[in-house]
């Protein structure tokens, strides 16, 4: 049952409540997850999955279709034993076996006793599953249908539309840095500073003719995504920032309607960023010369604009003869 048809369901009484409640919890942390790159009967697709204790999420696409199933306790237990004749296992073992063969393969670790395959229709995607629980052979089908269209803009289009945002904004930020840089260093040549090797020395920075050459020679072989791989594991980390801020606002919006405290974190919870988490990427930590990533909207320009005005340099120092790089 995917997040469309559960909110679909009457629900009477707190059960139905309850399982609304863990339906609102897996794609609250499904959003939270990265998107990986993993490869099926030799084609390449794009998928997130999230496991908890009431069930699991799973989103995948091949970049022409988006496929999702969202499965609660009892849908586990049915269909494992629909699936596993002769095992029989509480639905809580199922759940953390899935979570084992799953979240490895969406590491970029591969499993040599695991094998995946799916079958693919317009409207369906199954992906099998073979291995083994406790010495015995363990089946599994995820049986996803078409993600809804809301599904898909809050996991791809929103997200991207605001990884697009930020990168804009540190963009500038990057060209305000190397246009102060420039006058830095011509301030440090008119008081005689000399470089000490030649090969260090570099032309001055200028903005539009950085983006010419960057659309040029640089755009054709960054924009390709046909094998899949659209998110390098920095933009991984910048995705998981971005989708944070929208899940942070989900569950005050809900706490807010419902009275509940926060929810429990993600059983699957993607792995922290390599130096900081991954809302440092958004929230610069404080400092003299940090400025926030996010400016007004008066302050973001566009990436083709003129370049800006360079900041006059520090007063000069006493003029004397220097040695070194500068000095």
Same mark, same amino acid.
């Given at each position: 049952?995917?997040?469309?048809?559960?909110?679909?369901?009457?629900?009477?009484?707190?059960?139905?409540?309850?399982?609304?409640?863990?339906?609102?919890?897996?794609?609250? =942390? +499904? @959003?939270? #997850?990265?998107? !990986?790159?993993?490869?099926?009967?030799?084609?390449t697709f794009? %998928?997130?999955?999230?496991? /908890?204790?009431?069930?699991?999420?799973?989103?995948?696409?091949?970049?022409?279709?988006?496929?999702?199933?969202?499965?609660?306790?009892?849908?586990?237990?049915?269909?494992?034993?629909?699936?596993?004749?002769?095992?029989?296992?509480?639905?809580?073992?199922?759940?953390?076996?899935?979570?084992?063969?799953?979240?490895?393969?969406?590491?970029?670790?591969?499993?040599?006793?695991?094998?995946?395959?799916?079958?693919?229709?317009?409207?369906?995607?199954?992906?099998?599953?073979?291995?083994?629980?406790?010495?015995?052979?363990?089946?599994?089908?995820?049986?996803?249908?078409?993600a809804p269209?809301?599904?898909?803009?809050?996991?791809?289009?929103?997200?991207?539309?605001?990884?697009?945002?930020?990168?804009?904004?540190?963009?500038?930020?990057?060209? =305000? +840095? @190397?246009? #102060?840089?420039? !006058?830095?260093?011509?301030?440090?040549?008119?008081?005689?500073? %000399?470089?000490?090797?030649? /090969?260090?020395?570099?032309?001055?920075?200028?903005?539009?003719?950085?983006?010419?050459?960057?659309?040029?020679?640089?755009?054709?072989?960054?924009?390709?995504?046909?094998?899949?791989?659209?998110?390098?594991?920095?933009?991984?980390?910048?995705?998981?920032?971005?989708?944070?801020?929208?899940?942070?606002?989900?569950?005050?919006?809900?706490?807010?309607?419902?009275?509940?405290?926060?929810?429990?974190?993600?059983?699957?919870?993607?792995?922290?960023?390599?130096?900081?988490?991954?809302?440092?990427?958004?929230?610069?930590?404080?400092?003299?010369?940090?400025?926030?990533?996010?400016?007004?909207?008066?302050?973001?320009?566009?990436?083709?604009?003129?370049?800006?005005k360079a900041?006059?340099?520090?007063?000069?120092?006493?003029?004397?003869?220097?040695?070194? @790089?500068?000095?």
């Amino acid at each position: 049952m995917d997040l469309a048809q559960a909110e679909a369901t009457p629900n009477p009484g707190g059960a139905g409540r309850s399982r609304m409640e863990s339906v609102t919890e897996l794609e609250d =942390s +499904l @959003l939270e #997850q990265p998107w !990986a790159s993993v490869r099926f009967d030799q084609a390449t697709f794009m %998928a997130k999955a999230s496991f /908890r204790d009431s069930g699991y999420a799973l989103l995948i696409s091949d970049l022409s279709s988006v496929w999702y199933e969202s499965a609660d306790a009892g849908v586990v237990g049915q269909r494992a034993k629909e699936l596993n004749k002769r095992l029989t296992a509480h639905v809580s073992s199922f759940l953390t076996r899935l979570r084992g063969l799953v979240c490895p393969l969406l590491d970029g670790r591969e499993n040599g006793a695991t094998s995946f395959s799916c079958q693919r229709s317009p409207s369906q995607l199954t992906l099998h599953v073979k291995s083994e629980l406790s010495g015995l052979p363990l089946y599994w089908d995820f049986r996803c249908a078409l993600a809804p269209a809301e599904m898909i803009s809050r996991h791809l289009v929103r997200p991207l539309m605001g990884m697009s945002l930020a990168l804009q904004c540190h963009v500038r930020q990057l060209v =305000s +840095l @190397l246009l #102060q840089k420039n !006058a830095e260093i011509e301030d440090y040549r008119e008081s005689g500073a %000399a470089l000490s090797r030649g /090969r260090l020395r570099t032309e001055p920075f200028e903005e539009e003719s950085f983006l010419q050459t960057f659309v040029a020679e640089t755009l054709p072989a960054a924009c390709h995504v046909g094998d899949g791989r659209a998110f390098t594991a920095d933009l991984q980390q910048l995705y998981v920032a971005v989708c944070q801020q929208e899940a942070r606002a989900a569950r005050k919006r809900h706490r807010s309607a419902s009275g509940d405290s926060e929810f429990p974190k993600c059983a699957s919870s993607p792995a922290p960023v390599q130096g900081g988490t991954a809302d440092s990427l958004l929230e610069p930590e404080e400092g003299p010369a940090q400025a926030p990533l996010v400016p007004p909207k008066a302050a973001v320009a566009p990436l083709a604009s003129p370049a800006r005005k360079a900041q006059p340099p520090v007063s000069k120092a006493k003029r004397k003869k220097t040695k070194g @790089l500068f000095g």
